[in-house]
């Protein structure tokens, strides 16, 4: 099974923002991204679900043989929508490769994004296991993410950032 980068990580993260990403009861970083994005450094802190019941879009979905392995980052100290970015890898059991994979910066929230093209492939996965709490992933980033103005806009190859990075976490097991 294959899921569009239009619809699935978009819906996510859009239900996120329903959901009030921006309230935090405690947060535990579970994660990491270290990236450079158009020459400017950046950092990320990927969250473990809180008290609330709050999830922060890392995790570990198991659909028969492939696995999503979903790691949204913030910025430091900061639960919002704005300055996040978003990987989303579908990888077969007992391989490293992907099936298919995504990246979204979403430097202003959701009116302007910055997100990988279909078919360039930016994330190379080093380590990736499941544990019975859900799994843990690591890995590099390398490529280009180009402007997407609106949702229901195609991403546009004439107007891209490049990013290099590192990203390693802890994946919680969705809950169902």
């Not at 950092?43 to 659909?63: I, K, R």
Request: charged fraction near 20%.
């Amino acid at each position: 099974m294959r899921y569009t980068r239009n619809g699935v990580i978009v819906v996510a993260i859009a239900a996120g923002l329903a959901l009030g990403l921006t309230k935090v009861v405690a947060q535990e970083t579970i994660g990491e991204i270290v990236a450079t994005i158009d020459g400017d450094p950046f950092e990320f802190h990927a969250l473990a679900p809180d008290a609330s019941g709050a999830e922060y879009n890392t995790s570990l979905q198991v659909f028969g043989p492939m696995q999503i392995v979903s790691v949204m980052g913030f910025p430091p100290g900061r639960v919002t929508m704005r300055g996040t970015i978003q990987l989303t890898i579908t990888i077969p059991s007992g391989s490293l490769e992907s099936y298919d994979q995504e990246v979204i910066y979403a430097p202003n929230g959701m009116s302007i994004m910055w997100v990988s093209l279909d078919g360039e492939d930016l994330i190379t996965v080093e380590h990736f296991e499941t544990t019975a709490a859900g799994g843990e992933v690591s890995g590099k980033l390398s490529g280009r993410v180009c402007l997407k103005e609106s949702l229901f806009t195609e991403p546009d190859p004439d107007r891209c950032k490049t990013i290099e990075g590192t990203f390693s976490a802890r994946l919680p097991a969705a809950q169902s």
